[in-house]
Structures are given as structure tokens and as C-alpha cells.
């Protein structure tokens, strides 16, 4: 069967990890295909304009985080807002950019090993599974801040995804702004996202340059 998302890594030439496990294991198509869907394998790669160029790190970073197109936009577009204000001028837009995306509820939810994926992460999330603070949250992009706390519904923690979640969260490499109480199933923000260890999977500098057009 077609997957899509998988296209998605082909077309970018990475491996962006949105089918969580699959990604990691020799049936993704990426070892199998790793060009773009459509060519032969044989096809020569064409060179990409400077346009193309920053589209492509534009999509590769929008796609990692499993964004829409308005959504991402307007994170650029908040960062650019936050660049003209003067206590945060001297700030790197990347660094900022990154701390936003990384702040987010599902990305946490993802980072935390509550999920295969971002995209299950948001999922997880609409369906009321999780606690911020003690209460009920469906908003994936609520932006986390030090101190918050995010938990697993008590109701939630009695269904048969969460019984076999401790595991498989003993397998996720942790981010070291988080932390997980894997008995309680409560992860905190400790810390900040930084760009260094985020290590995202595009060219930030690209991206601002083709919003900028």
C-alpha cells in the first residue's frame, strides 16, 4: 500500500521519522528507494534553483514537525514580529524558531516517548488523552514553558495503548530540557530547547530567506 508520508522523506532525500518505529527499521522505503518517488533510479537529479532550494529546507522542516502550511507561517512570522522587539533582538531567529516548535504540546507528547510520531502525538492528543498541569488539555499546539507538567489521563492510563507505553518509553533517547517519571507517566519541562541538540533537519537560514521573498 502507498504511504505517503514516506514519499515525503524520498522527495526531501532524509529521513524525517514521521512513521515513528518504521523509520528505524529495514522496511523503510528510504533504504529501499532512497530517490525521489516518480524517478527510475536512473533519472538524473536536476540542480535546484535558490528558490528550490529554500523551498525544499522549508518543507523538510514544516513536515518534521507535521505542520500545515498557514500554521508554520505564522510561527515565522511571529518570530520575525519578536526579532523587531529590543530585548530579544540579539537573538538568533533560528534558536527562536526552534524553542517555539519545540514548546510545543505534541512535540513534547512526542519527545517524552508517549508517541511513534508527532503526527500520533497530535492524535494522542485531541482525544483528551493527557493532563498539562493537572488538567485536561486537546490543544496540540499549546506552547510549554518551564515547570509545566504533562501527564497521561487517569482514564487513559486503563486503556490498552497506555498499559504497553512503558516499554517502549524506556527505548526513547530523552531530551535533556525533559524529564519522565516512568511510573507515574509524567513528564516536565526542565529546561529550553536548543537548536544544538534539536539538531533539526533543514537549514533554518533558507527558510527565513524564502518567507522573505
Given at each position: 500500500?502507498?504511504?505517503?508520508?514516506?514519499?515525503?522523506?524520498?522527495?526531501?532525500?532524509?529521513?524525517?521519522?514521521?512513521?515513528?518505529?518504521?523509520?528505524?527499521?529495514?522496511?523503510?522505503?528510504?533504504?529501499?528507494?532512497?530517490?525521489?518517488p516518480g524517478a527510475s533510479g536512473k533519472r538524473r537529479n536536476r540542480g535546484?534553483?535558490?528558490?528550490?532550494?529554500?523551498?525544499?529546507?522549508?518543507?523538510?522542516?514544516?513536515?518534521?514537525?507535521?505542520?500545515?502550511e498557514k500554521q508554520f507561517r505564522n510561527y515565522i512570522d511571529d518570530v520575525l514580529e519578536r526579532m523587531h522587539n529590543t530585548s530579544v533582538k540579539e537573538e538568533n531567529p533560528a534558536e527562536v524558531l526552534i524553542r517555539i516548535l519545540e514548546s510545543r504540546l505534541d512535540n513534547v507528547v512526542f519527545r517524552l516517548g508517549f508517541a511513534d510520531s508527532r503526527s500520533q502525538a497530535r492524535q494522542l492528543v485531541t482525544h483528551g488523552h493527557f493532563l498539562l498541569n493537572d488538567k485536561p488539555i486537546r490543544r496540540p499546539s499549546a506552547i510549554l514553558k518551564k515547570g509545566d507538567k504533562v501527564g497521561v489521563s487517569p482514564n487513559s492510563q486503563k486503556s490498552g495503548y497506555f498499559i504497553k507505553l512503558p516499554p517502549k518509553m524506556k527505548k526513547s533517547q530523552m531530551v535533556s530540557w525533559l524529564s519522565l517519571d516512568q511510573k507515574t507517566i509524567e513528564g516536565k519541562i526542565e529546561g529550553i530547547p536548543t537548536i544544538e541538540e534539536v539538531a533539526p533537519p533543514a537549514e533554518i537560514s533558507s527558510i527565513f530567506e524564502f518567507y522573505s521573498r
Amino acid at each position: 500500500m502507498r504511504n505517503p508520508k514516506c514519499k515525503i522523506c524520498r522527495r526531501t532525500g532524509r529521513k524525517l521519522f514521521l512513521k515513528g518505529e518504521k523509520c528505524n527499521s529495514p522496511k523503510c522505503p528510504m533504504i529501499k528507494k532512497d530517490y525521489a518517488p516518480g524517478a527510475s533510479g536512473k533519472r538524473r537529479n536536476r540542480g535546484l534553483s535558490e528558490y528550490g532550494k529554500e523551498l525544499k529546507e522549508k518543507q523538510k522542516l514544516r513536515q518534521w514537525y507535521n505542520l500545515g502550511e498557514k500554521q508554520f507561517r505564522n510561527y515565522i512570522d511571529d518570530v520575525l514580529e519578536r526579532m523587531h522587539n529590543t530585548s530579544v533582538k540579539e537573538e538568533n531567529p533560528a534558536e527562536v524558531l526552534i524553542r517555539i516548535l519545540e514548546s510545543r504540546l505534541d512535540n513534547v507528547v512526542f519527545r517524552l516517548g508517549f508517541a511513534d510520531s508527532r503526527s500520533q502525538a497530535r492524535q494522542l492528543v485531541t482525544h483528551g488523552h493527557f493532563l498539562l498541569n493537572d488538567k485536561p488539555i486537546r490543544r496540540p499546539s499549546a506552547i510549554l514553558k518551564k515547570g509545566d507538567k504533562v501527564g497521561v489521563s487517569p482514564n487513559s492510563q486503563k486503556s490498552g495503548y497506555f498499559i504497553k507505553l512503558p516499554p517502549k518509553m524506556k527505548k526513547s533517547q530523552m531530551v535533556s530540557w525533559l524529564s519522565l517519571d516512568q511510573k507515574t507517566i509524567e513528564g516536565k519541562i526542565e529546561g529550553i530547547p536548543t537548536i544544538e541538540e534539536v539538531a533539526p533537519p533543514a537549514e533554518i537560514s533558507s527558510i527565513f530567506e524564502f518567507y522573505s521573498r
